[in-house]
């Protein structure tokens, strides 16, 4: 059953995507913007194309601009992650009129050029596979710490929350005892002043 499990996360990892390429249509100077969820130490190159008119690209990880740049009509950017969570890709249309922009982004083993490797470090085939194997290996260890750390943040914000509605429960209980407390006390004086009692 273990083994049955850790190849179906082996078989998860080779599946992730690891890379995006889309056509957007901008209208006259319309911006859009996607984000990707990314590990710390991941490598991203981004590439952002079109043939009819001028672009500003912004690219930010979670708390700050990474990269940023404008009026090209061809903008590449490579980088390695300082931090994990999600980065924004953001592409703004400069023309007076629409265009076309092709978004190549790719990251992790899809980011890096393998053959040129291959060639400089004299490498077979089934190396290169296995150096893609651990850049993907290695990109899921980030990822999962990562997450493991958002855990830890989401456990603490919950134990926090849980401490308070205690400490509210409690406080609305001796509440109700004091005001029941004090209803009695009132119910008995005025019972007594009127002789009932």
């Given at each position: 059953m273990l083994w049955q499990l850790v190849w179906v996360c082996v078989l998860?990892?080779?599946?992730?995507?690891?890379?995006?390429?889309?056509?957007?249509?901008?209208?006259?100077?319309?911006?859009?913007?996607?984000?990707?969820e990314l590990g710390k130490g991941t490598l991203l190159i981004a590439e952002f194309v079109t043939t009819d008119g001028l672009?500003?690209?912004?690219?930010?990880?979670?708390?700050?601009?990474i990269f940023s740049e404008k009026d090209k009509m061809e903008i590449k950017t490579a980088f390695t992650?300082?931090?994990?969570?999600?980065h924004m890709?953001?592409?703004q249309n400069l023309s007076r009129k629409g265009i076309n922009v092709k978004?190549?982004?790719?990251?992790?083993?899809?980011?890096?050029?393998?053959?040129?490797?291959?060639?400089?470090?004299?490498?077979?085939?089934?190396?290169v596979s296995l150096k893609k194997i651990e850049e993907?290996?290695?990109?899921y260890h980030n990822i999962i710490l990562y997450m493991r750390e958002r855990e830890q943040g989401l456990r603490k914000t919950n134990d926090n929350t849980a401490f308070r509605v205690i400490g509210f429960t409690l406080f609305?209980?001796?509440?109700?005892?004091?005001?029941?407390?004090?209803?009695?006390?009132?119910?008995?004086?005025f019972f007594r002043s009127k002789k009932i009692i």
């Open positions: 998860l990892v080779l599946l992730v995507c690891e890379a995006i390429e889309i056509h957007v249509d901008l209208n006259a100077s319309q911006k859009k913007c996607y984000g990707e672009l500003s690209v912004n690219v930010a990880d979670p708390s700050a601009t992650t300082n931090q994990a969570g999600t890709f953001c592409v978004l190549n982004i790719a990251w992790g083993a899809q980011a890096r050029d393998y053959s040129s490797i291959a060639k400089k470090e004299h490498l077979e085939p089934m190396t993907e290996l290695r990109l609305n209980v001796a509440l109700m005892v004091a005001v029941s407390a004090l209803q009695i006390y009132y119910f008995r004086t």
